[in-house]
């Protein structure tokens, strides 16, 4: 057990929907990290928070956005979902050299 | 960009050694990790080392950096049914070192027969 927790486990959302996920990082922790993680393949980097702000940015467009809060847990946003958009998502909390990932959100999109 | 590759594919007989391999594009790359993922589940760090080290032990674990040849592996001593899972190789920093992104390879499914 890492510490990492994230919510929900599970969701199914229909094309063009919004869906935000919830991520609580390891006690101590005030970076958090989000990886996006399709089917057969290694995650990718969407974004990094550090105390509260954007800290660099992958390759993913605006629609994905997010917020960490004063406590260092973060959401994720993602606007008009499309179907490419299925995928489990990772967030990771790390305070200097070792991230430690969260069980994951699997993200289904009809 | 950075770029990390991976075998797709090993598969061991239960008591022998693993050997799992990554090469990866980035030499500026500080740290580099291992994780582990099984089915279903998140990823769980191995194991890391830093890039001015040639070698780390950790129990089973023993972990080969090759800097010249930006190629780094993974070997599993006495593996065992439950080592079964995908291992997925990581580097971290270089270019963008304000961050620590990782970038990872596509993954190496280990399958460990008795």
């Known amino acids: 057990e890492t510490g990492v927790t994230q919510s929900p486990t599970h969701l199914i959302k229909t094309r063009g929907q919004q869906v935000t996920l919830r991520c609580s990082s390891q006690?101590?922790?005030?970076?958090v990290s989000w990886y996006q993680q399709a089917l057969g393949q290694g995650p990718q980097f969407i974004f990094q928070y550090y105390r509260e702000e954007e800290n660099g940015r992958g390759n993913f467009p605006p629609r994905f956005s997010g917020l960490q809060f004063p406590n260092y847990s973060s959401e994720l946003n993602v606007n008009a979902l499309e179907l490419d958009d299925s995928a489990l998502y990772l967030c990771?909390?790390?305070?200097?050299?070792?991230?430690?990932f969260g069980p994951g959100t699997r993200l289904t999109v009809l | 960009g950075e770029d990390v590759e991976q075998s797709l594919f090993l598969s061991v007989r239960e008591g022998d050694s693993s050997v799992i391999n990554c090469t990866y594009t980035?030499?500026?790359?500080?740290?580099l990790y291992w994780y582990k993922q099984e089915p279903g589940a998140g990823l769980q760090l191995l194991t890391y080392i830093f890039s001015n080290m040639d070698m780390k032990q950790d129990q089973r674990l023993t972990v080969l950096l090759n800097k010249k040849d930006k190629h780094l592996s993974l070997r599993i001593a006495d593996t065992q049914t439950g080592d079964s899972a995908i291992y997925f190789c990581a580097v971290r920093g270089g270019t963008e070192s304000n961050t620590d992104k990782l970038i990872f390879g596509t993954g190496t499914r280990l399958q460990v027969f008795p």
């Open positions: 006690s101590g922790h005030n970076t």
């Open positions: 980035d030499s500026s790359s500080t740290y």
């Open positions: 990771a909390s790390s305070f200097a050299v070792e991230q430690f």
